[in-house]
């Protein structure tokens, strides 16, 4: 069983930044640099959305519309991890944040994920 944990959300004004992390264990035979990675957010009220992808060697990213040149995906293999450093926060940006993993190189499409986090709470304040 993959176990996927994301931190670092919170309660901030508009304009500021967060960093969120999840922490990938138990790859099933597979090792983290064999998954594609991802991050994807939920409004109240509005379907779970794509925010950002990374492939396995970091050598290709996709975002968004609405936070590109905002946010910056990446992930640290030696430590099985996942980041998205998020500046220029915005209210609209306010919702759950989940990261995914895949077994494709990389995806933007939701079905492509396999095993998910629990989520972490971003609150942008106006």
């Known amino acids: 069983q993959v176990k996927l944990v994301e931190s670092g959300g919170g309660l901030v004004q508009a304009g500021a930044s967060l960093r969120l992390s999840c922490a990938v264990s138990?790859?099933?035979?597979?090792?983290?640099?064999?998954?594609?990675a991802g991050w994807f957010r939920q409004a109240p009220g509005k379907e779970r959305e794509f925010v950002s992808s990374?492939?396995?060697?970091?050598?290709?990213?996709d975002y968004i519309g609405p936070v590109k040149g905002r946010f910056t995906i990446s992930r640290d293999n030696a430590r099985s991890t996942v980041y998205l450093q998020m500046n220029n926060l915005k209210p609209e940006d306010t919702a759950v944040y989940f990261c995914?993993?895949?077994?494709?190189?990389?995806?933007?499409?939701?079905?492509?994920?396999?095993?998910w986090g629990q989520g972490t709470q971003v609150t942008v304040s106006s």
């Open positions: 990374i492939s396995w060697t970091s050598e290709n990213t």
């Open positions: 995914a993993t895949t077994f494709l190189p990389y995806s933007t499409s939701e079905k492509e994920y396999v095993f």
């Open positions: 138990a790859h099933i035979g597979r090792p983290f640099t064999e998954y594609g």
